[in-house]
């Protein structure tokens, strides 16, 4: 008696392996997808609540900015490319960190998270046309600004997570039905 496989054994195995592949290969790629998604809302979210807690425990300014993938606030809305959060004892909304030390350089500010860029094919939206910055008094208030970002892909709305930041501050996450997503 031989050991081994024949080639018809073998032949069957590749087919039903190759099936099972077949099947489950969409599952994979929408979980993929769905933990990119997760885990830029998941860093955004991050920034802002820990603006929001650093901002009321310390009584100072604190701001989460667009970087633009630069290593300041650069005052463009490139949310996509990056963003930081810091201390702003001077509330000029500005830090600029040349010598790498964790502080702004004109104002003497903390920096407490920097966010890399969004990975490819991550987009992220916003329902006011410019929003460079979001600024959170020593109260926790966001400056009297009302904002929604959305994080999307290419599979669209369905599939978008949004966070909503009121003017008292309140930072949180929805995926309701009124939440006009647009990922456009």
């Not at 920096?111 to 020593?138: M, N, W």
Request: with cysteine; hydrophobic share 35%; aromatic share 6%.
């Amino acid at each position: 008696m031989s050991k081994g496989f024949t080639l018809v054994e073998l032949i069957v195995v590749s087919a039903l392996v190759s099936i099972l592949l077949a099947i489950a290969s969409p599952s994979v790629a929408a979980l993929i997808g769905d933990n990119r998604l997760s885990r830029a809302h998941n860093e955004l979210l991050t920034h802002l609540r820990t603006a929001r807690q650093t901002a009321v425990y310390h009584q100072t300014s604190t701001v989460v900015c667009a970087t633009g993938g630069t290593p300041d606030c650069d005052k463009t809305d490139q949310w996509e490319l990056g963003w930081m959060t810091f201390t702003d004892p001077n509330g000029d909304e500005q830090c600029r960190d040349s010598d790498l030390d964790g502080r702004c350089d004109d104002d003497g500010g903390r920096i407490i998270r920097v966010a890399e860029s969004l990975p490819p094919g991550i987009r992220l939206r916003k329902t006011r046309t410019s929003i460079a910055y979001l600024r959170f008094d020593a109260a926790g208030a966001a400056g009297g600004i009302n904002a929604r970002f959305f994080v999307c892909d290419g599979r669209g709305e369905p599939y978008a997570k949004s966070l909503v930041i009121s003017a008292t501050g309140r930072v949180r996450t929805t995926r309701d039905a009124d939440d006009y997503l647009r990922c456009a």
